[in-house]
């Protein structure tokens, strides 16, 4: 496998490959896995073409025409040939050029009526006769009209009329059949490949070893062929990822922590003696399986995932308590300076005089909150920073600005990160790193409900805990689509609602796709731009919501001045604010009721249910308006419809999962061309990924080198570098 691939398949076949995806080895070459497979009578999808896509079909001719012209260029006869193919229910034009005549007529002769053929080629929308076209298809014939008729099918014919066929992402040089080719000479070339599961891993599970699987997935005999090399290849892939994250948590559980047991009556028993609410049955559970993990001799690494409003920030700050009770300090890194500001007004408010250490009024051993974001001002900075490093802050909250080198804490037990979607786990390790010798405990929070799967291989290293119901006394959500095409006058009614809102003394958000100000042109196919801050503020304070107090908010505004729009919207002193998605997360503004989302579909449904969790906080019912200029019957419209239709994050984890690409899913790190995750999906293959799991699990507490198992070391040694690699090209 990793031998050269022009020793393998010639130096002209190995350029070719070097050129169009920078292949080296016949590995690679082997790893390069087919798109999708076609067997006869199969078509594919042409509702979900898109133009210049490269595409295959299958598909049997139903006319040919041969229209002679005149080359304007050359002045010369040339001849095009007009063939029509059915696929399924749809007709496609495949369009040949010749110049000269013979072969002009016999390529007419060829696709005659009746023909079955493979083409392949790039998909065009012909504007005239409304079809898709492809223009000089890559053509290979399956079944030959007359032929057929003779009853005579040469036996290579018949091969093929009864194989399952590979198709490859292909390139305009290097098409899916000579990609085929060469990958056929390549598999009769391989002696042996190397299989990182250990056989009897593999042969309990009846897998295929990894020579076979190769060969099965390139060249299937059969439909079944094919499956059981998907199934192996599949296994393997996700077995190497899991033995990575098994080593991860084995090499976790061994590092030191410095155990944070906290003290009798400390700061952790008298913030609770004074909450003004009960803890749900599910935060004092969580909270109890924290306090377990932060007494324990190695590092905590917990997800807490929870419903916006479940509460998860109590949890944390009960958690930041008890280490600062055990004589250490906790960072909270939030994704938004907006954010972070909020995080610190809310910790010091619900700490009360507890936060106050050192200062008039406050308790005898308080703590204290600090701050510290990349737009504080100088003086701040390094108050805020004296503050992390001589411990005077128990509480140190921030941005990436957290991050940077001159940072210092005195004694780093805790590292929280709000809403970790938005963090990267480089970022996470470069906080832990601030701890020293002894690594921090670190608790993730987020609000965005991650698949068990997704948890499991993305956040492998990670125990999760789940927030899963809401605090009692929470107001429902009422959500509506207001479909402008249709219903035009919803608008009109949804800023009514707004003014009676404000009316009742509530306060509401309007939020908006983009900035604005820019003078963009829409793009392509819009015939309206999308709704910007800095053009919908204006409008609705001189309009819709003439004499109310609309302010904007959004991310290209100074940081004071961010805050300070921020802080007058709590105070109510702003009625309506108009913003961008930087109030997407963690903002609180229990008086907020209504919430207003402009071209809602160029939102997606995590983000959606993120932004409705603002308004409904106090008590008070919420209201949550989706207007959208999509039309009926689009994935669009559906994403808003199943917004509209429940509040249940997990649900609508699946909905959006759904949509998405797995890409997108598994973010950037793993979607690159060398990231381990190639066949698996983390959506359809749970079963694949808790069994490999398992199985890795095992391997590795039975022997945490990997010292009997070479050939999974250097698969695993692989797959780290190569995802290092994806990092280091990223950064
Ligand atoms: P999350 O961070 O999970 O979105 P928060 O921790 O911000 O949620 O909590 C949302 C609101 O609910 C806050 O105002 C918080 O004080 C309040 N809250 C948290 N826990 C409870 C509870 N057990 N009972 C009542 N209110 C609660
Ligand atoms: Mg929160």
């Known amino acids: 496998m990793e031998s050269k691939l022009s020793a393998a398949v010639g ?16 590995g690679d070459l ?40 005149r080359d304007r260029r050359t002045g010369q006869m040339a001849y095009r040939l007009e063939t029509v193919v059915e696929v399924g229910d749809a007709k496609l034009s495949l369009t040949f050029f010749d110049k000269k005549r013979h072969t002009a ?38 079944e030959q009209a007359d032929a057929l008729t003779a009853g005579a099918v040469a036996e290579e014919e018949r091969r093929k009329l009864n194989a399952v066929r590979a198709i490859y992402p292909a390139t305009k040089k290097l098409s899916s ?27 309990s599970r009846g897998l295929l070893d990894a020579h076979a699987a190769l060969r099965a997935l390139h060249r299937p005999d059969s439909w079944q062929d094919k499956t059981a090399a998907l ?25 030191p922590a410095h155990p944070r047991t906290g003290r009798e009556g400390g700061l952790l028993d008298r913030f ?85 250490g050192g200062m008039l009024g406050g308790a005898d051993d308080g703590t204290r909150v600090a701050l510290l974001t990349g737009s504080l001002g100088a003086a701040a900075r390094k108050g805020a920073m004296l503050d992390a490093a001589s411990g005077a802050a128990g509480i140190v909250v921030g941005t990436h600005a957290l991050l940077e080198e001159r940072v210092q804490f005195a004694d780093l037990g805790l590292v929280v990160v709000d809403e970790q979607h938005r963090f990267g786990v480089e970022q996470r390790a470069a906080l832990t790193a601030k701890a020293g010798e002894v690594p921090p405990h670190v608790l993730v ?84 731009p999308l709704a910007g801050v800095e053009e919908v503020a ?117 909905v959006d999962l759904e949509q998405r690409r797995e890409g997108d899913v598994l973010g950037s790190a793993q979607s690159g061309r060398r990231s381990g995750l190639r066949l698996l999906s983390v959506l359809r293959d749970e079963d694949v990924i808790v069994d490999a799991r398992e199985a890795a699990t095992e391997v590795v507490a039975a022997d945490p080198d990997l010292a009997t198992h070479p050939v999974l070391a250097a698969a695993v040694r692989r797959l780290d570098e190569s995802e290092q690699a994806d990092y280091l090209e990223k950064a």
């Open 231 to 255: 199934t192996s290849l599949r296994f393997q892939e996700a077995f190497v990822a899991q033995t990575i994250l098994a080593r991860n948590r084995a090499a976790l559980a061994a590092l």
């Open 177 to 203: 059949w000579k990609i085929e080719g060469t990958v056929k000479i390549a598999l009769e070339n391989l002696d042996s490949v190397e299989d990182p599961v250990p056989d009897d891993v593999r042969r």
């Open 445 to 528: 929070m987020t609000a965005t409900p991650i698949p068990r799967t997704v948890a499991m291989t993305v956040f492998g290293d990670l125990e999760t805990s789940t927030l899963a119901e809401l605090p009692a006394g929470r107001a429902p959500i009422q959500s509506s689509v207001v479909p402008l095409r249709y219903q035009p006058q919803w608008l009109d009614r949804a800023w009514e609602r707004v003014r009676e809102e404000v009316g009742k003394g509530h306060q509401v958000y309007v939020v908006c796709p983009r900035i604005g100000g820019d003078e963009k042109e829409p793009a392509d196919g819009e015939e309206v």
């Open 538 to 654: 204006p409008l609705l304070s001189s309009g819709a919501l003439h004499g109310l107090r609309v302010e904007m908010l959004h991310g290209r505004m100074p940081a004071d001045h961010k805050d300070r729009v921020m802080r007058d919207f709590a105070a109510g002193e702003i009625d309506v604010l108009v913003s961008t998605t930087v109030i997407e997360v963690g903002v609180d503004v229990a008086n907020a009721t209504v919430m207003v989302i402009l071209d809602a579909e160029r939102f997606g449904v995590s983000q959606l249910h993120q932004l409705r969790g603002r308004v409904g906080r106090g008590g008070l019912p919420g209201l949550c308006l989706l207007v959208t200029r999509a039309e009926q019957e689009t994935s669009a419209m559906e994403r808003l419809s199943a917004v509209a239709a429940t509040t249940d994050g997990f649900e609508l984890s699946r």
């Open 105 to 142: 007529d016999w390529r007419h002769n060829l696709l005659s009526p009746g023909t079955v053929g493979m083409f392949e080629g790039r998909a065009d929308w012909d504007r005239y006769k409304k079809r898709w076209q492809l223009v000089h298809p890559q053509t290979d014939i399956l």
């Open 11 to 26: 130096g002209k076949a190995a350029k070719a490959f070097a050129d169009a995806f920078g292949y080296e080895t016949v």
């Open 272 to 356: 609770d003696a004074r909450l003004p609410f009960d803890l749900t049955a599910g935060q004092r559970e969580v909270g109890e399986q924290i306090l377990d993990d932060l007494a324990a001799g190695h590092p905590m690494h917990r997800l807490l995932q929870g419903e916006v409003g479940s509460g998860k920030t109590v949890v944390a700050l009960r958690a930041m308590l008890r280490v600062i009770d055990s004589g250490g300090q906790a960072a909270l890194l939030a994704p938004t300076e907006v954010l972070a500001q909020q995080h610190a007004r809310s910790l010091a408010a619900m700490l009360g005089d507890l936060a106050q």
């Open 30 to 69: 082997l790893r390069h896995y087919p798109r999708s497979w076609i067997g006869r009578g199969e078509t594919s999808d042409l509702s979900e073409l898109q133009p210049g896509e490269h595409t295959t079909v299958i598909a049997r001719i139903v006319s040919s025409g041969q229209h002679p012209y």
